[in-house]
């Protein structure tokens, strides 16, 4: 059975910083999500990593993906208020590509 | 217009009640999710529907009923819940469920139902 965990599941950090949350997963999969959800609103997609060794960027977020680890880590540079927000990661199982989700990590970025 | 919306956002009723949520995507998609979202729990998911046919029952209590009656909408039939079937309902549509979403095909999420069941 596939089981997703997400550290820290609540992060506080001042602007300016850098910090990475981290998605284990339990068994074998190189298809893996990364979503943000603000306060009282919907999920919204980041990034899709389909490989090992994958990595995407955009803005100050940047993703990557190590299955052999199973290990993906999002990582943020220099962090501005507006990237405060929930960030969950999903990974698909192979066996039918259900997306199986991590707790999430609340990540609030101080001024 | 959002490309999934769904209705009602908010929604309080009694344990005795019938009511259903309403779900409907503007993606041209043909897999929709019925998703759970509680306090400090995990995402869960709960029905999904591939070209109108479900595909994925997470082992819902049968008061929770599904419907897709076409690719664009998806309903979700409410009757003799529980206190704690209170939690924020999330539709979503992607291009198909299947290995679609294995090759990276994006789920598509509503801004979700605000449920408190009293």
């Known amino acids: 059975e596939l089981k997703v965990e997400q550290n820290p599941l609540f992060l506080s950090m001042q602007e300016g910083k850098n910090y990475t949350i981290y998605c284990n997963y339990s068994?074998?999969?190189?298809?893996l999500y990364w979503y943000r959800q603000d306060p009282g609103k919907s999920l919204e997609s980041l990034f899709v990593?389909?490989?090992n060794g994958a990595v995407k960027q955009e803005g100050r977020l940047m993703a990557s993906l190590d299955t052999k680890a199973r290990l993906s880590t999002l990582h943020i540079t220099a962090a501005v208020h507006d990237l405060s927000a929930t960030y969950f990661c999903?990974?698909?199982?192979?066996?039918?590509?259900?997306?199986?989700w991590g707790a999430g990590t609340k990540l609030i970025i101080k001024p | 217009e959002t490309g999934v919306t769904q209705t009602p956002r908010h929604l309080v009723m009694g344990m005795t009640n019938k009511k259903s949520l309403k779900c409907e995507q503007h993606?041209?998609?043909?897999?929709m999710y019925w998703y759970k979202q509680s306090a400090k729990k995990p995402l869960e998911l709960m029905f999904v529907y591939n070209f109108k046919e479900q595909t994925e029952n997470n082992s819902v209590p049968s008061r929770f009923s599904p419907e897709c009656p076409n690719s664009s909408h998806l309903f979700l039939h409410l009757h003799t819940l529980q206190p704690e079937d209170s939690a924020l309902y999330l539709c979503?549509?992607?291009?198909?469920?299947?290995?679609?979403?294995?090759?990276?095909?994006?789920?598509?999420f509503g801004e979700g139902s605000w449920l408190t069941v009293v």
């Open positions: 993606l041209g998609h043909n897999a």
């Open positions: 999903a990974v698909a199982e192979e066996s039918n590509y259900q997306l199986i």
């Open positions: 068994t074998t999969s190189d298809r």
């Open positions: 979503a549509s992607s291009q198909d469920s299947g290995q679609g979403l294995g090759t990276g095909n994006t789920i598509y």
């Open positions: 990593l389909l490989s």
